[in-house]
T-cell receptor, first 106, second 115 residues
C-alpha cells in the first residue's frame, strides 16, 4: 500500500463553491501533515500544515486532521479560478501523494 | 528571498551517459531531497540527505546516486542514463526546526530527456 493516497481526480467545481480534497496515510506514527499547491509548469509551494487533530483555518483554506482515521483533508471555500492547480498531500518524512488536480470553472 | 536553484531547466542526454543534476540552496538548510515527478505518479522520493556527507535512499533509488560534499549543494547522479529516467526532477530543501513548520522549498525543476 502506498504510504500516502490521494484521489487523483480531476476535481471540478464551480467558482464560489467549496472544494474538498482528501488524503489518507498508512503510517500511524505520522505527526505532521502538509498541503502543497502546484500550478501547471511550476514547483510545489506550501499552503497549509497541520499537526493536531481538528481543524486549522487560514483565510479560505481549512485543513482537517483525524489521526484515528488516518486522514487529512483540505477545504477551499469560495473557490476561485486562480485556485486551479494540483494539490499534494505530504507527511513529515517528505513523502507525497500523487496529487489531486482541481479545476475551478468561472 | 529563499532560493533553491537547479543547474539546468532542460537537459537532453543519450542512453548510457553519466548525468549530473546539481542543486544549491542558500537557506542553510540541513535537509535536502531529490524527487522525480511523472504524470499520475506525483512526487517520488529518490534520495535525501539530513547532513553533509550523509545520504538515505528514498522509495526509488535504483539507477541513481547522490553526493553532498557541502551543506548547500546536493547532486543527483544517473550512473548510466536510460530512457525510463526521462522525467521532471525536483530538488527541495528544508530546515529541522524544534517547533513550527518544516516547510520544504523546491527548485524550479529539471526536465531531463534521455534519447
Amino acid at each position: 500500500q502506498k504510504e500516502v493516497e490521494q484521489n487523483s481526480g480531476p476535481l471540478s467545481v464551480p467558482e464560489g463553491a467549496i472544494a474538498s480534497l482528501n488524503c489518507t496515510y498508512s503510517d500511524r506514527g505520522s505527526q505532521s501533515f502538509f498541503w502543497y499547491r502546484q500550478y501547471s509548469g511550476k514547483s510545489p509551494e506550501l499552503i497549509m500544515s497541520i499537526y493536531s487533530n481538528g481543524d486549522k483555518e487560514d483565510g479560505r483554506f481549512t485543513a482537517q486532521l483525524n489521526k484515528a482515521s488516518q486522514y487529512v483533508s483540505l477545504l477551499i471555500r469560495d473557490s476561485q479560478p486562480s485556485d486551479s492547480a494540483t494539490y499534494l498531500c505530504a507527511l513529515n518524512d517528505m513523502r507525497f501523494g500523487a496529487g489531486t488536480r482541481l479545476t475551478v470553472k468561472p | 528571498d529563499v532560493k533553491v536553484t537547479q543547474s539546468s531547466r532542460y537537459l537532453v542526454k543519450r542512453t548510457g551517459e553519466k548525468v549530473f543534476l546539481e542543486c544549491v540552496q542558500d537557506m542553510d538548510h540541513e535537509n535536502m531531497f531529490w524527487y522525480r515527478q511523472d504524470p499520475g505518479l506525483g512526487l517520488r522520493l529518490i534520495y535525501f540527505s539530513y547532513d553533509v556527507k550523509m545520504k538515505e535512499k528514498g522509495d526509488i533509488p535504483e539507477g541513481y546516486s547522490v553526493s553532498r560534499e557541502k551543506k548547500e549543494r546536493f547532486s543527483l547522479i544517473l550512473e548510466s542514463a536510460s530512457t525510463n529516467q526521462t522525467s521532471m526532477y525536483l530538488c527541495a530543501s528544508s530546515s529541522t526546526p524544534r517547533w513550527g513548520s518544516r516547510e520544504a522549498f523546491f527548485g524550479q525543476g529539471t526536465r531531463l530527456t534521455v534519447v
